[in-house]
T-cell receptor, first 114, second 114 residues
């Protein structure tokens, strides 16, 4: 069984400020971890993923995330927020051989102020 | 933009009716997963089809059913619609049987049950 908890349903930052979106997971098997972004009235776009290997993962649009097994966390960061980053972000987990069966968190809405 | 297309984009149905949603998977992908995203929630896994066979199901009643065709496109059927079925239905395609596989999402079908 797997689960994902995203801490903070809404996060607000100023343009140029650090973005930190928190994700903790629970998995009975080695997890594959994902961050997706969803813009209004659109589907999900993959930002980055961790499967095996290097625990610091870099994704698109300047985002990165670090897999910390001891903390069961996979927080998403971006050094400098841009107005275009305003969207809803979802953390997701799958078991190693689940091949696309994702368990999502509740989502975090990111607002970026000028 | 992914190669996953869903139709229709919006749909309004009456309680008790039946609905069919369609998904064309990305070229080369043989696996389709369906998710339900209620307003303000993260997507929830409904079921997955791999090479025309159901390959896992989430916690959804039997009135949610599906098909996958030889060209790997897929349908989601919902019978006896209830008001709570109102949601964004997302289809994701991936390459089954491959580790580190990534799921690509379509734009979704917004279903409203009145």
């Amino acid at each position: 069984a797997q689960s994902v908890t995203q801490l903070g349903s809404h996060v607000s930052v100023s343009e140029g400020a650090l973005v930190l979106l928190r994700c903790n997971y629970s998995s009975s098997v080695p997890p594959y971890l994902f961050w997706y972004v969803q813009y209004p009235n659109q589907g999900l776009q993959l930002l980055l993923k961790y499967t095996t290997g290097a625990t610091l993962v870099k994704g698109i649009n300047g985002f990165e995330a670090e897999f910390k097994k001891s903390e069961t966390s996979f927080h998403l960061t971006k050094p400098s927020a841009h107005m275009s980053d305003a969207a809803e972000y979802f953390c997701a987990v799958s078991g190693g051989t689940s091949y696309g069966k994702l368990t999502f968190g509740q989502g975090t809405i990111l607002t970026v102020h000028p | 933009e992914t190669g996953v297309t869903q139709s229709p984009t919006h749909l309004i149905k009456t309680r008790g009716q039946q609905v069919t949603l369609r998904c064309s998977s990305q070229s080369g992908h043989n696996t389709v997963s369906w998710y339900q995203q209620a307003l303000g929630q993260g997507p929830q896994f409904i079921f997955q089809y791999y090479r025309e066979e159901e390959n896992g199901r989430g916690n959804f009643p039997p009135r949610f059913s599906g098909l996958q065709f030889p060209n790997y496109s897929s349908e989601l059927n919902v019978n006896a619609l209830e008001l709570d079925d109102s949601a964004l239905y997302l289809c994701a395609s991936s390459l089954g049987g491959v580790l580190n596989t990534e799921a690509f999402f379509g734009q979704g079908t917004r279903l409203t049950v009145v």
